[in-house]
């Protein structure tokens, strides 16, 4: 389904609000994200770094956290904008993406008013998913 462009502007808009909330002093580096549902609703997250950075939440996964809290797990698209730069997600966002929606538009804005577009398929061509969990090397009961 394409993105009309209002959609577009108005989540690269929510992302780089939800980017005002972020909470980065380690790395300066704020980044906000905007989730569309399927009935419409925007999901937001930033994210929310630790001294123990390991523990450090990106806002893609955040925000995605936020819809399944909510009851949501249908997605159309997200946009993420960072500081400086558009930056895409990082493995471990777009694995958790791909959960929910393998074939995302993920729109990527920085701090300028240009924005682009990619597909979370680009982005993780190849991800792990359920049905490597069902295989016949890794199920336990193979006769069942």
Avoid: K
Wanted: aromatic residues 6%; contains cysteine; hydrophobic residues 40%.
């Amino acid at each position: 389904m394409p993105l009309h462009e209002e959609i577009i502007e108005q989540l690269v808009a929510t992302a780089r609000e939800a980017r005002e909330s972020a909470y980065a002093p380690y790395s300066g580096f704020r980044v906000g994200a905007a989730l569309l549902s399927d009935d419409g609703e925007i999901f937001t997250g930033c994210n929310v770094e630790n001294s123990s950075y390991g523990l450090t939440c990106c806002a893609e996964r955040t925000a995605v956290y936020t819809a399944v809290t909510a009851g949501v797990q249908s997605f159309l698209a997200i946009a993420v904008a960072a500081d400086g730069v558009s930056v895409p997600p990082c493995g471990a966002c777009r694995q958790v993406l791909s959960e929910f929606a393998p074939a995302l538009p993920v729109i990527l804005a920085g701090s300028g008013n240009e924005h682009r577009m990619l597909t979370l398929t680009n982005l993780l061509p190849e991800p792990f998913n359920s049905d490597f969990l069902h295989s016949p090397a890794t199920d336990p009961h193979p006769n069942d």
